[in-house]
């Protein structure tokens, strides 16, 4: 086909099939990055759907604006793959260069017309239409009064004696797990990665977001079971941004200080990874 675009309004799925866009590759290592920060926060939507009996977990991801007419979405299995669909094949082509390392796939893409592909991708429009963002936060109980916590980044740098890690551990109570990022600065996302089970035995989406000039580094890390652990050195920032990420009424779970060396020298380690990050724009 030659098409570049396809109105959105021509589809529809009690009619006869449709040209769609199908960008479809293999990832050649494990992780998967991501990079919300090259994407406009107001057209992406991002969502991580854990293990579900015999349903491997994935991520979902969509790129859609309306008023400009197109939608683009993908799944990034279990496996390695990605799949993308959309009604706008420069659109899809510079979403898949922007929002993946490039590189680190083996990817194709073409219009192809099959009325299975034209039915997801527009029951996939359909949700999209009827798609509201979270705008109310879910407050997480704590177990710490005092809420203005914080240990500079350069204590765990040096690893100071009796060094405590702010802690939020929950589990979810509905599947998928959202993220929203329209909620939040990306530019201070420095990783989005998905863990698939090359080389884990668990499947797991972790996040890490960090300001130097205030001073802090947020560790999130989801698994498959809907387990979530969050790390941070400062309380405050830790609850707005986990309050403003996920969904209202998304995990049950508690926060609180910890001193334990595992989770400490764990956390050490993120900040040291986020002290010499360099972003890849």
């Not at 916590?149 to 740098?157: E, F, K, M, S, W």
């Not at 929950?170 to 939040?184: A, E, K, Q, T, W």
Request: a negative charge; proline letters at 4%; charged letters at 25%.
């Amino acid at each position: 086909m030659t098409q570049k675009h396809i109105p959105l309004n021509h589809y529809d799925v009690s009619q006869k099939a449709v040209g769609v866009f199908k960008m479809d590759g293999f990832s050649s290592r494990a992780p998967i990055d991501f990079f919300p920060r090259r994407i406009s926060q107001s057209e992406l939507h991002f969502q991580f759907w854990l293990r579900n009996g015999d349903s491997d977990p994935f991520v979902y991801v969509r790129n859609a604006n309306m008023d400009s007419d197109y939608i683009i979405v993908g799944e990034v299995f279990n496996n390695g793959r990605v799949r993308l669909l959309s009604n706008d094949e420069e659109r899809c082509r510079a979403f898949f260069s922007s929002f993946f390392d490039e590189d680190q796939f083996t990817a194709s893409g073409d219009w192809i017309v099959e009325k299975a592909t034209t039915e997801l991708f527009t029951n996939n429009m359909r949700s999209t239409l009827g798609y509201a963002k979270c705008t109310e936060p879910l407050i997480m109980k704590s177990l710490t009064v005092d809420k203005g916590g914080h240990y500079p980044l350069q204590d765990y740098v040096e690893w100071k004696s009796e060094l405590s890690v702010f802690r939020l551990n929950g589990r979810s109570l509905r599947n998928p797990i959202d993220y929203n990022f329209n909620l939040v600065d990306v530019s201070e996302v420095q990783r989005l990665r998905f863990w698939f089970p090359l080389l884990n035995d668990f499947a797991f989406v972790l996040l890490r977001m960090s300001n130097p000039d205030e001073d802090y580094v947020f560790h999130a890390q989801v698994y498959e079971d809907g387990s979530v652990e969050i790390s941070s050195n400062d309380e405050g920032k830790a609850d707005e941004l986990f309050n403003r990420l996920y969904d209202q009424n998304q995990f049950e779970g508690v926060s609180q200080w910890v001193n334990d060396k595992a989770i400490t020298a764990g956390f050490c380690a993120s900040v040291l990874n986020s002290l010499t990050f360099i972003p890849i724009d």
